[in-house]
């Protein structure tokens, strides 16, 4: 039913608003018609999602613009028409927040409507939508620091913090701090006032290029900071999803509680993954 509503389209990128629009491609199956999208400089990454809940997908492009030291990212929307074609021309383009760091979309509001989520240093900010219209002002859902503290100019991860961690229902935001995972969850009133701490060792890394400091130099440090994949699954079949997190071949397991929250069940060493090969369970 709802595959029926979707238009299969096919979306052709074009990168730089120079290109002119080639030949156009013949029309020959009433489910597919071909649209070209515009957007300036490099493109970065693209959500294909339904963001406004009208039962049509929506594509989201972030790009770049500019040349090096004065790039700046641009989110552009799409917005899918009820005959399944998209506009040339992107329907909004903004310059997204240079303080974010990382970037998801997901129903932050309550509204079922896909908020443009984002991460800085010490905040979770959001674009809200309305109807089918972003606002190019963020708001902010709430304050903490975590461990994107570092925005580039040059590109912005699509991670997918702002999710149904729990599988209640409702999306939680998931921050990433130096200690490890907080998930947030809102109350009835939508605040997120609740946090479920999981603590994760992250892996760790500090480096010079060279061994030696010369009396003329202190040489420069280089730091990293290695966060392990987070799986949902079942792990121990009472229902409930629980978080695996993974890192090369040591894996750890938060279970979920009849409260929605996740608590340490133990670390495994040089353990296999559970469920092997690509194991939902
Ligand atoms: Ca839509
Ligand atoms: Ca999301
Ligand atoms: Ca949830
Ligand atoms: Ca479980």
């Given at each position: 039913m709802r595959t029926s509503r979707l238009k299969a389209t096919v979306a052709c990128i074009l990168c730089a608003i120079w290109f002119c629009a080639g030949a156009a491609l013949a029309d020959e199956e009433q489910d597919f018609s071909l649209s070209k999208l515009s957007v300036a400089d490099k493109l970065l990454d693209l959500v294909w999602e339904d963001l406004d809940q009208d039962g049509l997908y929506d594509i989201l492009i972030i790009h770049r613009k500019?040349?090096?030291?004065?790039?700046?990212?641009?989110?552009?929307?799409?917005?899918?028409?009820k005959d399944g074609g998209f506009s040339t021309a992107a329907d909004q383009s903004w310059e997204i927040?240079?303080?974010?760091?990382?970037?998801?979309?997901?129903?932050?509001?309550?509204?079922?409507?896909?908020?443009?989520?984002?991460?800085?240093?010490?905040a979770v900010r959001y674009y809200p939508i309305d109807s089918?219209?972003?606002?190019?002002?963020?708001?902010?859902?709430?304050?903490?620091?975590?461990?994107?503290?570092?925005?580039?100019k040059r590109s912005i991860p699509l991670i997918n913090f702002a999710r149904d961690w729990n599988g209640d229902g409702?999306?939680?935001?998931?921050?990433?701090?130096?200690?490890?995972?907080?998930?947030?969850?809102?109350?009835?009133d939508g605040r997120y006032t609740s946090e479920n701490r999981i603590l994760i060792e992250l892996?760790?890394?500090?480096?010079?290029?060279?061994?030696?400091?010369?009396?003329?130099?202190?040489?420069g440090l280089h730091a990293a900071f290695g966060f392990p994949d987070l799986r949902l699954v079942d792990?121990?079949?009472?229902?409930?999803?629980?978080?695996?997190?993974?890192?090369?071949?040591?894996?750890?397991?938060?279970?979920?509680?009849?409260d929605?929250?996740?608590?340490?069940?133990?670390?495994?060493?040089?353990?296999r993954r559970p469920g092997g090969e690509g194991g939902d369970g």
């Open positions: 500019g040349l090096e030291p004065d790039e700046t990212r641009w989110i552009s929307i799409f917005w899918q028409a927040d240079t303080l974010s760091v990382i970037l998801d979309t997901g129903d932050v509001a309550g509204d079922e409507r896909k908020e443009i989520v984002y991460l800085t240093a010490d089918d219209r972003y606002e190019t002002e963020s708001n902010i859902l709430f304050e903490t620091a975590g461990l994107t503290v570092f925005p580039s409702i999306e939680e935001v998931a921050v990433f701090k130096f200690e490890g995972l907080s998930i947030f969850s809102p109350d009835a892996d760790t890394g500090m480096g010079s290029d060279y061994r030696h400091s010369r009396d003329d130099r202190t040489m792990f121990d079949n009472d229902g409930r999803v629980d978080l695996i997190a993974t890192k090369e071949d040591r894996v750890i397991v938060y279970r979920q509680q009849p929605g929250r996740f608590s340490a069940l133990g670390r495994s060493q040089n353990a």
